[in-house]
């Protein structure tokens, strides 16, 4: 199925002071919308069209570099925006969620220094994440637009540390980027609908 630019679910200004207008309406409206138009370019005739988003990623990788990163860069960023929120963030979670960042991830602060370490030391352009892989919560980082779908695990929380994504509102500074949507962005409701649907 054709590849389809969502609506923000708040407004542009809805993220302020930590994300501004100016990189959601930057970020939204030019790049998740190029990755949308290219990736349906490269869909046609790939072969994968009547496939869902996640197996167009999946069966991509490796055969299609172009659609794949495209495709792949649509799912992270489907998800992305729903990953925050306005007055998110911060360690009052979910219970279900707490219990598996406690057993799995040693905790909320040690998951809060080993995302932001994730992110901080991808080099150049990608992305750090919480994912389910076999039953469990992992910390993973990975480049461009790859995400743990190609590696056998599901993303419930993912960081886009392109700098696209915060050189406007935080110029290189990415640590304090990462540390303003741990603290004050993460949407954990969406997270915890995610595990849900991973683990039930
Ligand atoms: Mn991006």
């Not at 609506?7 to 930590?18: I, K, R, S």
């Not at 409206?29 to 349906?40: E, F, L, P, R």
């Not at 963030?89 to 220094?113: E, M, R, T, V, W």
């Amino acid at each position: 199925m054709a590849f389809e630019l969502p609506e923000l679910p708040y407004a542009y200004d809805a993220l302020g002071p930590y994300m501004s207008a100016e990189t959601l309406e930057f970020h939204h409206d030019k790049h998740h919308m190029a990755y949308v138009t290219n990736g349906n370019n490269l869909l046609e005739g790939s072969g994968l069209e009547g496939k869902s988003l996640e197996d167009v990623v999946r069966e991509s990788h490796g055969s299609n570099a172009g659609l794949f990163n495209n495709a792949a860069q649509h799912y992270n960023h489907v998800h992305f925006w729903h990953w925050m929120k306005k007055d998110g963030g911060g360690n009052k979670l979910p219970g279900a969620l707490q219990a598996a960042i406690d057993s799995d991830l040693g905790g909320y602060d040690k998951f809060k220094a080993d995302f932001m370490a994730a992110g901080a030391t991808q080099f150049g352009s990608g992305w750090c994440w919480i994912a389910v892989k076999d039953g469990k919560l992992e910390i993973m980082k990975t480049p461009n637009g790859e995400n743990p779908l190609i590696h056998s695990a599901t993303p419930i929380l993912g960081c886009d540390v392109w700098e696209h994504s915060y050189y406007i509102d935080y110029r290189n500074a990415r640590p304090k980027y990462l540390e303003a949507f741990v603290d004050s962005m993460i949407n954990w409701d969406y997270v915890l609908e995610l595990y849900e649907g991973v683990t039930s």
